[in-house]
């Protein structure tokens, strides 16, 4: 299943989507720690498989949030997509 989680306003689309299916196959998790700011979360889902998701708290200021890896005038630098060894992660914006 591709979990989608953020907001749309007017200035754009920002979402992260998580291919759960990928994630219970990943025992290591490595995207939960190498989250500079720790919004990622391990939970247990529907079908008893262990996933992550986005914090509550963050799902409304997600564009916020990954701003430190996302800097407007240098690279960009997502920790989460590198720790993914299958590209389960993707972010729409
Ligand atoms: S590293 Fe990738 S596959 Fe593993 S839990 Fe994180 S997003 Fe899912
Ligand atoms: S872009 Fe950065 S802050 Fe956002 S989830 Fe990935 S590692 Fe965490």
């Known amino acids: 299943m591709i979990a989608n989680y953020g907001y749309k306003d007017g200035s754009g689309e920002f979402f992260i ?3 759960t299916a990928k994630c219970a196959q990943c025992e290591a998790k490595p995207c939960v720690e190498a989250c500079p700011e720790k919004i990622l979360v391990i939970f247990t889902d529907d079908y008893d498989d262990e996933v992550i998701g986005v914090k509550e708290e ?6 916020y949030s990954c701003g430190p890896c996302k800097p407007i005038t240098e690279k960009r630098n997502l920790s989460c997509q590198k720790a993914c060894p299958s590209g389960a992660i993707v972010h729409s914006w």
């Open 17 to 19: 989507s998580i291919d």
């Open 58 to 63: 963050h799902r409304k200021k997600i564009k």
